[in-house]
Nanobody, 122 residues
Framework: QVQLVESGGGLVQAGGSLRLSCAAS????????IGWVRQAPGKEREFVAH????????YYTDSVKGRFTISRDNAKNTAYLQRNNLKPEDTAVYFC???????????????WGQGTQVTVSS
């Protein structure tokens, strides 16, 4: 098993940048692919980005392409989501999730963090 803790959320103005971190413990971090998922108030959870075991492959949903960057540092057992040019519609609770497989479906992830709130003001 692996435990995940998100951090780095907060309030930022539209057009600003913010980096989220996902710290892992309990298992070998490089055994897991990492996804970022967000949930806005009153909305269902939305898949945002994914990164492979060593970071060689990444995936982004269309709404964040060119603005968000997912990365990982396996030596630090941490994954990141760098968000640039933030928009009010990016306001949500952001979760990191892990699985030993390549997983792009929210329901397929086995491990989840508790989430961190990001608010983007207009």
């Amino acid at each position: 098993q692996v435990q995940l803790v998100e951090s780095g959320g907060g309030l930022v103005q539209a057009g600003g940048s913010l980096r989220l971190s996902c710290a892992a413990s309990g298992s070998t971090f490089s055994d897991y692919t990492i996804g970022w998922v967000r949930q806005a108030p009153g909305k269902e959870r939305e898949f945002v980005a994914h990164i492979s075991w060593s970071g060689g492959s990444t995936y982004y949903t269309d709404s964040v392409k060119g603005r968000f960057t997912i990365s990982r540092d396996n030596a630090k057992n941490t994954a990141y989501l760098q968000r640039n040019n933030l928009k009010p519609e990016d306001t949500a609770v952001y979760f990191c999730a892990a699985d030993t497989r390549t997983t792009l479906r929210i329901g397929e992830y086995d491990y989840w963090g508790q989430g961190t709130q990001v608010t983007v003001s207009s």
